[in-house]
């Protein structure tokens, strides 16, 4: 099983600050990889898709990098509705795998 | 628009079963494969199971393997999930998510999920 580990767990950010998000694979997914947004009592929602294409209607502020084992999310200036649960997710390979998640939180 | 209704949850006693559904509308159904994913109280998110689009290629978690089945109905538009020997550790929210294009299996479109509780 691929392991995906997210970090921070927890990310503190001022509202218009830039934030950095990473997720790390055990071993190679390619570009097999997601990132979802997901706040309390709604649907997550698709962000990014093969490791940098963002999905329709995601504002151009979210970007995706990375190949490999190596990913980021990168959110240049958060807005208020940006505070959120962010995973990543692997689907090179069976199982699909998600990581543990970071919080972006109103510092 | 895409739109995913799940439904089906409920409370369950540990050892008893259950069937999910999920209702899909807005596109062709019969063209992509189908998955659940759930999220238990205070953790992230877990993939459940995937059935292709045909209906004829199915893969689960090990968490669930031998006990749930999932399964489609592409004459109703409706993917199920028949859980049995229900533990309190599937306590969870339970999503439908339709995969990406290009036969990847990416979440594109998420229902709003049917909570699941085992309990005595």
């Known amino acids: 099983e691929i392991v995906m580990t997210q970090s921070p767990v927890t990310l503190s950010v001022s509202p218009g600050e830039r934030a950095t998000l990473s997720c790390r694979a055990s071993?190679?997914?390619?570009?097999?990889f997601a990132w979802y947004q997901h706040k309390p009592g709604q649907a997550p929602r698709l962000l990014i898709y093969?490791?940098?294409t963002r999905a329709t209607g995601v504002p151009a502020r979210f970007s995706g990098s990375g190949s490999g084992t190596e990913f980021t999310l990168t959110i240049s200036s958060l807005q208020s509705e940006d505070f959120a649960v962010y995973y990543c997710q692997q689907y090179n390979d069976w199982p699909l795998t998600f990581g543990g998640g970071t919080k972006v939180e109103i510092k | 628009e895409v739109q995913l209704l799940e439904s089906g949850g409920g409370l369950v006693q540990p050892g008893g079963s259950l069937r999910l559904s999920c209702a899909a509308s807005g596109f062709t159904f019969s063209k992509y494969a189908m998955n659940w994913v759930r999220q238990a109280p205070g953790k992230g998110l877990e993939w459940v199971s995937t059935i292709v689009s045909s209906g004829v290629g199915t893969y689960y978690a090990d968490s669930v393997k031998g006990r749930f089945t999932i399964s489609r109905d592409n004459s109703k538009n409706t993917v199920y999930l028949e859980m049995n020997s229900l533990r309190a550790d599937d306590t969870a929210v339970f999503y439908c998510?339709?995969?990406?294009?290009?036969?990847?299996?990416?979440?594109?479109?998420w229902g709003q999920g049917t909570l699941v509780t085992v309990s005595p």
């Open positions: 093969g490791a940098s």
């Open positions: 071993q190679s997914v390619s570009s097999n």
């Open positions: 998510a339709r995969e990406g294009e290009g036969s990847n299996i990416y979440f594109k479109n």
